[in-house]
């Protein structure tokens, strides 16, 4: 019913720069919260990155002063800017959005995304 499609991803060496892109789409009634996590090979997934629909954020202390997440609630898409991108930002990156689903009762949703992979390598 709710469906994300992500994109950005790719190969960059350290110290460059990415952007990642999911946008929401299906029978949404409302979002609470959008957020980036990411699993490195032999790792959990992990919260990078979380913002609500009132524009509160936070971060991971690891990507905190080199990444910024913002969204664009008319187009109920979320966006992570990552800039100075280290090796061990290598990963497999998802979108995860929350929120509320069309018709009423309005049941809660929860939907991931298929993940994009970052490489940061030189």
């Known amino acids: 019913q709710v469906q994300l499609v992500e994109s950005g991803g790719g190969l960059v060496q350290p110290g460059g720069s990415l952007r990642l892109s999911c946008a929401a789409s299906g029978s949404i009634f409302g979002i609470r919260a959008m957020g980036w996590y990411r699993q490195a090979p032999g790792n959990e997934r992990e919260l990078v990155a979380r913002i609500t629909s009132g524009g509160n954020t936070n971060y991971a202390g690891s990507v905190k002063d080199r990444f910024t997440i913002s969204r664009d609630n008319a187009k109920n898409t979320v966006y992570l800017q990552m800039n100075g991108l280290k090796p061990e930002d290598t990963a497999v990156y998802y979108c995860?959005?929350?929120?509320?689903?069309?018709?009423?009762?309005?049941?809660?949703?929860?939907?991931w995304g298929q993940g994009t992979q970052v490489t940061v390598s030189s």
């Open positions: 995860n959005v929350d929120g509320t689903l069309l018709p009423p009762p309005h049941p809660d949703f929860s939907s």
